[in-house]
């Protein structure tokens, strides 16, 4: 399932470079036709264009948008990290499902597949709720691209020393990109009860294509990635907190083998004294 997860991430990912790169060259205006273009793209260019003129400058505009997209994201950011919390205590139960059909062929394969499914269900928990922000979010982005490409105002625009509809010259974008992502990554996984080679690389991995998918990125896309990825690290440590999360845990193991040595101390003792 982590797999085909990760998998369906950097299809996803890959797409969208895809699709800005054979994006519409064709400029937006209030004569735009069509349900993408006049009620999608044109609505995104307004909105930010007004933000930029309320909140002093293109690069602010996009900030403000940005951080106005998150905000809005994070009921369902929310739920996607209880499903998340409630997935990763479930992991020893899980291992334990891949360890009792560890044999691969199809009718072990298959009810490995129902247990694991049934133990999800029991759990409450969606495996697939950590996909939902990265497929709404995807459909932002496109529509992000064309406004700023497609608007002369935006495309031509500037912040500090960035010109939004071309990549940044010096590379502290993608830099930053790449930082927020590691930390986003990291402090996700670090509630973890534990950790295999593949997540680790996965933490290492995701930060340098994303470096490297920046540097072709115009800065308004580049800008938006980076304030996004900042705001998932605050999200975070507000609602998925790994040291606290850890530490909850640790509590609970210690009061269960506190529990554990309590009956076995009383065992004993009804034992010696059924002797006597």
Not at 206 to 220: E, K, N, Q, R, T
């Amino acid at each position: 399932m982590k797999k085909t997860k990760r998998i369906l991430s950097l299809t996803a990912i890959a797409s969208l470079t895809l699709f800005l790169a054979a994006c519409s060259n064709k400029p937006i205006t209030s004569h735009s036709t069509g349900l993408w273009d006049h009620y999608i793209i044109y609505n995104f260019s307004r909105f930010i264009i007004w933000l930029s003129n309320t909140c002093g400058g293109y690069g602010m505009g996009i900030i403000i948008f940005t951080i106005i997209i998150r905000v809005l994201l994070l009921p369902l950011m929310f739920y996607q990290t209880k499903s998340m919390l409630k997935t990763q205590e479930l992991q020893p139960k899980l291992k334990a499902i891949q360890k009792k059909y560890s044999s691969r062929d199809r009718a072990s394969m298959m009810k490995m597949q129902q247990e694991t499914q049934a133990l999800y269900k029991e759990a409450g928990v969606n495996p697939w709720a950590s996909m939902l922000p990265m497929i709404i979010q995807l459909p932002i982005m496109w529509a992000l691209y064309q406004a700023i490409w497609r608007t002369p105002e935006l495309k031509h625009g500037t912040f500090l020393w960035l010109q939004l509809g071309h990549t940044d010259p010096y590379y502290v974008l993608p830099i930053l990109a790449a930082i927020f992502t590691f930390m986003s990554s990291w402090l996700s996984m670090a509630s973890m009860p534990e950790r295999n080679a593949m997540t680790s690389a996965m933490t290492w991995f995701m930060p340098i294509m994303v470096f490297f998918m920046a540097l072709g990125f115009s800065s308004a896309i580049t800008l938006y990635w980076v304030v996004s990825n900042a705001f998932q690290v605050l999200q975070t440590l507000l609602l998925q907190n790994p040291f606290k999360i850890r530490r909850e845990r640790e509590e609970r193991e210690k009061a269960d083998k506190a529990k554990r040595r309590k009956l076995e101390k009383a065992k004993r003792r009804a034992y010696s004294s059924h002797r006597k």
